[in-house]
Every structure is written in C-alpha cells, then in structure tokens.
C-alpha cells in the first residue's frame, strides 16, 4: 500500500455482505482538490485496525499466524516460542480461538495448525495420517 493512499472500510453491515475497501489518493492540482481512486481490497476496517494497532492480542495473532504460516506446529514448541517472544499463555490461547487455529493430537503429541491449512508439520511429514 502507497504511504500516501487512504482506504474507505466498511465497519458493520446489517442489510448486505461488506463492500470491499477502497484505497484513494487526494491530489493537490492548482486551485483544486481531486480524488484519485485505486484498487479495492478485501480487508475490511476491523482487519485494517489490526493491522495498525500493538496489542498483546494482535501481536500474538500474528506470532501465530507467522509461525503457523509453514505447516504444522507442536503445541510445546509454540508454547515455548511464544514464551520467548513475551506472549503470555493467556493471550496465546485467546489469539488461537479467535485465529481459529485448529488442533489435532498425534501419537508424538498435540500439534497446531491454521484453519484450512495443509495439515503437514514445517518438518514436511504428514500430520494424523492426513
């Protein structure tokens, strides 16, 4: 995204699905004021807010998603990562149920995983005989 671009977001819709945003430009041209419109994109305000907000909870849901962005992961090693990156147990565990990272035991143990994800670990093997 261009630093001098904005972005219209829909925040809430009761009637329709949400729009999708779109970025525009404001351009000084002599005595006038012109709007330059882009392209459009699917993230919509609450998302952009994330993007630009610091909270704990943010911050673990993109350790999460960064971590989990290869495949598979054991719980205690994503525990320990976290822990490593100053992610609280509390905070990691309430990123994961609004993330929607899924969890699945194996015979070495939990592991998790994104929603939709190819269920294979960053090791490459297969995850629950999937």
């Known amino acids: 995204m261009n630093p001098d671009s904005c972005v219209l977001a829909v925040a809430k819709c009761n009637l ?3 729009a999708p945003s779109l970025f ?15 392209g459009t994109s699917m993230e919509g305000a609450n998302d952009l807010i994330t993007l630009f907000t610091d ?9 999460l998603k960064e971590e989990l962005a290869h495949g598979a992961l054991s719980s205690k090693v994503l ?11 509390k905070t990691l ?17 939990w ?3 994104l929603p939709q994800a190819d269920p294979r670990r960053a090791d490459g093997q297969m995850v629950c005989g999937s």
């Open 16 to 18: 329709a699905t949400l």
């Open 111 to 113: 592991e998790c995983h």
């Open 93 to 109: 565990a309430r990123a994961r149920k609004e993330s929607g990272v899924m969890s699945r035991q194996t015979k070495d143990g």
């Open 24 to 38: 525009y430009s404001i351009r000084e041209s002599g005595s006038s004021i012109t709007v330059e419109w882009g």
């Open 55 to 63: 909270r704990p909870l943010n911050t673990a849901k993109k350790f």
């Open 79 to 89: 525990q320990q990562r976290a822990d490593e990156a100053g992610i609280t147990k």
